[in-house]
């Protein structure tokens, strides 16, 4: 079945430092792909997605690239900040379905 | 625009009660899915509704149930309460078709079990 697969945490890091989560996927076809952050105490905000290969989804200084040959969505950010602090999940959702599989989640910790 | 809503946000209920949820989708979304949260098994999907029919279930027991009714809100219940249902349990709406919109989360709500 479908998968995701997703660096463990968490991450630490210094604010302004550049931050890498890989993200893997095993998915028949070409899913669509995101990446979802949550806060403390909260549900889950979208924060990009894409739906083609080699597509580039991004959002708030955070960016993404769908990479069919590795099977890759890795989320990068140049400049963390200590409110980028939150849980990050990758997710995909099969194509022609609606449900989405996710990963088990990165916690990102950055420090002042 | 109102965002997802859920509630309660959160409950207690003892072992052998049973428990209805509730979710509101953002106006006009017709897809309503919820998914299950712990520590240890992560995001686990549950059930999803589209125009007041259950289009995909995930892999839980009879227990679990849902249905969504005629202005798309949602309703979960989980029947005879284990330990193990305590969890934060999502709710997320999306215009409807396939995954590729994006699906908005609710807050959840947080049940725990003694």
């Known amino acids: 079945g479908d998968s995701v697969t997703q660096m463990e945490g968490p991450v630490t890091l210094s604010e302004e430092a550049f931050l890498t989560i890989n993200c893997t996927y095993t998915?028949?076809?070409?899913?669509?792909l995101f990446w979802y952050v949550q806060y403390p105490g909260e549900g889950l905000q979208l924060l990009l997605k894409?739906?083609?290969?080699?597509d580039k989804g991004s959002n708030k200084g955070f960016e993404a690239t769908y990479r069919k040959e590795t099977t890759s969505f890795h989320l990068e950010k140049g400049s963390v900040q200590v409110s980028d602090s939150a849980v990050y999940f990758c997710?995909?959702?099969?194509?022609?379905?609606?449900?989405?599989?996710f990963g088990k989640g990165t916690m990102l910790l950055v420090s002042p | 625009k109102a965002g997802v809503t859920q509630t309660p946000r959160y409950l207690i209920k003892t072992r052998g009660q049973q428990v209805t949820l509730s979710c509101s989708p953002i106006?006009?979304?017709?897809?309503v899915s919820w998914y299950q949260q712990t520590p240890g098994q992560g995001l686990q999907f549950l059930f999803e509704?589209?125009?007041?029919?259950?289009?995909n279930k995930g892999n839980f027991p009879g227990r679990f149930s849902g249905r969504q009714f005629s202005n798309s809100r949602s309703e979960m219940n989980v029947s005879t309460l284990e330990l193990g249902d305590s969890a934060l349990y999502l709710c997320?709406?999306?215009?409807?078709?396939?995954?590729?919109?994006?699906?908005?989360f609710g807050s959840g709500t947080r049940l725990t079990v003694v």
């Open positions: 997320a709406s999306s215009l409807g078709g396939t995954g590729n919109y994006g699906y908005t």
């Open positions: 998915a028949t076809g070409y899913p669509s």
């Open positions: 894409a739906t083609k290969a080699d």
């Open positions: 997710a995909l959702s099969a194509v022609g379905y609606s449900t989405l599989t």
């Open positions: 106006s006009g979304h017709r897809s």
């Open positions: 509704y589209f125009s007041e029919t259950q289009r």
